[in-house]
Structure formats: C-alpha cells, structure tokens
C-alpha cells in the first residue's frame, strides 16, 4: 500500500517576494512582480520587460565565500530550501538524514556564467575562466547545494523538464516517499535566466510579449489581447513528508498530494497537442491516480502562459470535466509573476495549497478582453473567498513534456 504523502513546509522566492507570506499578500491582492530589466542593458532589445526578483541577499542563506561558487538559480534553490525547511519545522540530524531527499529541477540551468564567462573567455583568455564555472552551470547542482546546505543524504536528483520541471519534480519526490525510500523530500524547482540570450532566443521564438510601455499589464492569460509570456526568476520549494511521521510530531499540514502524473503529446517541440490532447489526458491520469472524482475538483491554478497555448488549456479542461468545466474556478499567478520557467510548478503548487489553507482563490489579473475561445471562469482581476478541498496544478513544457498535481486538504 502506497504512503500518504503531505506538505509540511513552503518556500518561496519570486518577483513578488522572498518568503510565503509576501508572495501570497501580492497575489491575493493582485499586484504585479513585472517591471524593466535592470540585469542588462536592454536598448537594442525588442523586450525589455521581466519578472526580476528584487531584494534578495545569497548571504542571507549562504556565505559569501559559497555564494561566488553558484549561479543565481542555485542562490534561489538553496534560499527556498531554507525558507521551506525552516517552515516546516523538521530537523534534519545525523539519526535521520539518510532518510531525506532532495529535488529541486531548472528548466535551463547556470545560463548567467554561461554567458559571463564565455565573454571573459574572450577579452581575457582560457586562464581567467573559473574552477568553479562547471559546478555553476551543471542542472542537478541545485540539489547538490541544497543537500549540502541541509544536510539531507536520501535521495539526490533532478529534474529538467522546461516549464514543467517543478511539478515533475514535486510528483516525482512524492513518489520516492511513497513507495518507502524516503520519508522526507525537499522538492520544486528553481530558475534564473533573464539574460541577453535567453530573452532574444524566446523573442526570436516569438513566445514573449512585447509591450514595453506597460510591463505591469504584459501577463494577461486567457484574455483576448495577449501578444506572449513575459520571462520570471525565482524558486518555489516544498517540504513532503510521510503523512504518519508529519502526524507522529504534530507538524503543520499544508494539504495532501493525493495523485500525479506525467505524460507526453509527441506533437512538436514547443507547440502544444491540438485541442489540448496531451494536457487533458494527463489530467486524467493525475485524477485516476488520486482517486478523486471530477466533480470534487473547485479550482484548477492553470499553466496559463498568456499564449496560444491558453486556449488549448482550455479546451483541455472542458474535455476533461465536461459540465463540470463551468463551476470551475481556473487561474493563472503568471499573470502577477510572469512565467518562472522552471520554477513555475513548485511557486504554483504553492499558490495552490496556499488557496486550500486560506479559502482564497487567486486572481488571473490583466483580464480585460474575453476571448470567446477562452470561456471559463478564470477568477478575473480580483482575489475570490471560496472555501475549496480539492486543487490542480497544471504545468506543460516544450518538447510536449506535462506533470498535473492533484492537492487535497487534510479533513483527518
């Protein structure tokens, strides 16, 4: 029989703020992350807009002789872990490190010492690179680091699965709970890639918006008028644990993480299935794999990118939950957070738990225009008190990659 599975701690570092409670103040309130980059100079650039995380300090978490070992996305794994561990209340000892894991996936790694060390590379030779520059750029250092930092000594991986990586990464570390190998995981993803190259690659792609006078209202999923994503940074951390050892020493118990599934749509390497097929048969998985029935589920927090792709995410949902669809509550927080890329699913698990805890669904703001392809109700421009049990997660990633979570809130 498999375990329970609960979430016992949270953290968060994101546009909107560092820590639950700032980012969560934000989103019910629907205030926006996104503003001009100040990471580079941006005057030849079609974008110039992004979700920049502002006021975080690595020192605060790391010390200064480490932080100039790590990349940025590793700084904000390490500092969510933190922020997440420390929520939790578990202390990790030498009794029971074995016994917890690690899992915190990017979608696109140290793409920052990349660029910067290849430009040093240049003007100043082999010589200058650092010894540190592998460890910086290397996916599955974030979890290196935030085990290290810790001291977990379970299970050590990571996952790299684009937009989709910090839910496969939270499914994933439930998992290995489950079926026994470990009974604590600190899983979620993390990101940081507002670059030069990574913003020209996405606009060379077509994917970002590009209203520059109005960076604040450029996020505007499901509404008529979006032009793109706009590009976050950031990290969202939970802490999983064994329903009975939660129990056993009276933790804190966000919700339960009651089904999960991966799938793929084997379409195109950055366009989604038509009609949503992949996306909708993976949210029948997830919801087999809770045993939960259609009806049960109040509130989806949607991927939501503020693309094309919203209207196959719709059509997913009306096919998945036929009538069901329009008693729906389904949101996008990438309106306020822009689009964190691989740290999406873990920032909007959270969001989703958050929802469960506080009977407050959050908004999808910048929804001005309906688009009559886009016709539930997506929570629009204001914060909703609505008292829920059951919420899904949504996330979908290029090479037609898809993880859905299915949240239940603890009634015994």
Sequence with gaps: MKRRVVVTGMGIISPLGIGVEDNWSAVTNGKSGIDLITRFNTESFPVQF???????????FISHKEVKKMDRFIHFAVGASDIALKDSGYVITDDNAERVGVQVGVGLGGLPAIEKYHNIYKDKGVRKITPFFIPMVIANLASGQVSIHSG???????????CATGTHSIGEAARLIQYGDADVMIAGGTESVITPLCVGGFHAAK???????????????????????????????VILEHYESAKKRSAKIYGEIKGYAS????????ATAPNGEGAARCMNLALKNAGVNKEEVQYINAHGTSTGADVME???????????????????????????LGAAGGVEAIFSLMA??????P?????????????????????????INTAISNSFGFGGTNAVLVFKKILN
Excluded: W
Excluded at 227 to 234: A, M, P, Q
Excluded at 363 to 380: A, G, H, R, S
């Design 263 to 270: 799938n793929g749509d084997a379409y195109h390497i950055t």
């Design 50 to 60: 992004a979700g920049e995380v502002k006021g975080f300090e690595a020192e605060q």
């Design 314 to 340: 719709t059509q997913a949902i009306k096919s998945v939950f036929n009538q069901h669809a329009a008693k729906l509550a389904v949101s996008s927080t990438k309106s306020m957070t822009g689009h964190l």
């Design 356 to 361: 469960l805890n506080h009977g407050v669904l």
């Design 207 to 237: 994917a970002l918006s590009t209203r520059n006078d109005d960076p604040q209202g450029a996020s505007r999923p499901f509404d008529k008028d979006r032009d793109g994503f706009v590009i976050g940074e950031g990290s969202g951390v």
């Design 363 to 387: 908004p999808t703001i910048n929804y001005k225009t309906p688009d009559p392809e886009c016709d539930l109700d997506y929570v629009p421009n204001n914060a909703r008190e609505e008292k």
């Design 152 to 162: 977990a000594k379970g299970p050590n991986t990571c996952v790299v699965t684009a």
